[in-house]
C-alpha cells in the first residue's frame, strides 16, 4: 500500500494561513478517498475533511467550513489541505489517511495514516 507524507506544518500565527500536503508514494487509484484529521492537544483524532480522488466531491467538518478548502493534485498525486484565518483551537497534529469509502468522516473507514504534520497557532 502506498506510503503518506504528510508536510507543511509549523508554527502561524492567528489569522495566518497554511497549506498541508499529503503526498503518495505510489500511484493513486481512482477509486481512493483521502481524508484529513487531526489531534488536538489530550484528545482523541477529529474529522477535518476528505475528497474523492476521481471527481474532487469533497467534505467538510463544521470547524472546517469557509476556512479550510481539500484539493487534488492528479498529475503530482498529492492532497492539500489550505488552512486560512487559523486559531488557537487549530493547534493540533495533522493526518491524512485513504479509504474507500466516499465523504466518510469516521476513522474506522481509513486504514492507511501518515505519520501527522504539526500546526501550531499562537495567539
Known amino acids: 500500500q502506498a506510503q503518506l507524507v504528510e508536510s507543511g506544518g509549523g508554527l502561524v500565527q492567528a489569522g495566518g494561513s497554511l497549506r498541508l500536503s499529503c503526498g503518495f508514494s505510489?500511484?493513486?487509484?481512482?477509486?481512493?478517498?483521502i481524508g484529513w484529521f487531526r489531534r488536538l492537544p489530550g484528545k482523541g483524532r477529529e474529522f477535518v475533511a476528505t475528497?474523492?480522488?476521481?471527481?474532487?466531491?469533497?467534505r467538510y467538518a463544521d470547524s472546517a467550513k469557509g476556512r479550510f478548502t481539500v484539493s487534488r493534485d492528479n498529475a503530482g498525486n498529492t492532497v492539500y489541505l489550505d488552512m486560512n484565518s487559523l486559531n488557537p483551537e487549530d493547534t493540533a497534529v495533522y493526518y491524512c489517511?485513504?479509504?474507500?469509502?466516499?465523504?466518510?468522516?469516521?476513522?474506522?473507514?481509513?486504514?492507511?495514516w501518515g505519520q501527522g504534520t504539526q500546526v501550531t497557532v499562537s495567539s
Open positions: 489517511a485513504t479509504g474507500a469509502t466516499r465523504g466518510a468522516s469516521e476513522e474506522m473507514w481509513y486504514k492507511n
Open positions: 505510489t500511484r493513486i487509484y481512482s477509486s481512493t478517498v
Open positions: 475528497i474523492a480522488w476521481r471527481d474532487g466531491y469533497a
